[in-house]
């Protein structure tokens, strides 16, 4: 098996280290024995639309959202299609924001975003900085850092990653943080994200591979350290 990630704006948007969710997901298939092909896909360079599993857009400042806007919204059909048929879209903060129908800085014009996500992200007053921990439905727990003054809400029809349980999340108000619709996600969860949190990590894997190969099983790994990581993490107040 191959699992084929396209890592969008790798040099632009890889604030706090969101590079380490690509660094995860490739060592957590390679201990698998899954090949892993990583392209850093940058402005104006193609992507195949049928080609890639996994779609990575990290965060970054409201001047490298500018940079980017622009380019990403040529690539909003592409990444509509790709992921409708099954591709994976992990975003986080600044990418997240650019997925709903816009994101309104501090200073400068709205920026359109591709509505890949029913959300939308306007800049708040003050920064929302520290640790956050959310819920999901399943009851599982996820751990992160945030950083961003957006506050972004989702549409009624958009599930959102977790409820919050420390921390600030989407907007502050509304509990929620990031968003799941399929196999579409957004966070505001940095840290890097997926390190800690391994089972999440592995859920994308698998919905990624399942693209091509069908339902698959992967095998167990030792995340005794990860859990420990983890579980460390989820002691941290905000
Ligand atoms: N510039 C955006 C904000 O401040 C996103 C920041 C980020 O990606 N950490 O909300």
């Not at 506050?151 to 509304?174: A, F």
């Not at 969860?189 to 894997?205: I, M, Y």
Request: aromatic content about 8%; glycine content about 12%.
């Amino acid at each position: 098996m191959e699992l084929r990630i396209a890592h969008l704006y790798a040099h632009f948007l890889n604030i706090y280290g969101d590079r380490g969710n690509i660094i995860t997901l490739t060592k957590r298939a390679q201990w698998r024995g899954i090949e892993v092909k990583v392209d850093a896909i940058d402005l104006a360079q193609q992507a195949d639309p049928d080609y890639y599993d996994l779609y990575f857009v990290g965060g970054g400042q409201d001047k490298q959202q500018i940079v980017i806007a622009e380019d990403l919204l040529k690539r909003a059909n592409d990444l509509k299609s790709a992921t409708s048929s099954g591709a994976v879209m992990l975003s986080v903060c600044g990418g997240y924001q650019l997925l709903g129908h816009y994101y309104k800085p501090h200073e400068g014009p709205e920026l359109k975003g591709i509505s890949l996500l029913d959300a939308y992200t306007v800049a708040g007053n003050r920064r929302m900085i520290g640790n956050v921990t959310i819920k999901g439905d399943d009851g599982s727990f996820l751990v992160g850092f945030e950083n961003h003054s957006g506050k972004t809400y989702l549409g009624q029809s958009v599930p959102p990653l977790g409820k919050i349980v420390v921390g600030n999340g989407n907007n502050g108000e509304d509990k929620t943080e990031g968003a799941a619709s399929g196999t579409i996600y957004g966070t505001y969860l940095h840290g890097s994200l997926l390190p800690k949190n391994p089972q999440f990590a592995d859920r994308l894997l698998q919905q990624a591979l399942s693209r091509r190969y069908g339902d698959v099983n992967l095998t167990k790994l030792d995340d005794s350290l990860e859990n420990q990581a983890h579980k460390r993490a989820l002691s941290l107040p905000a």
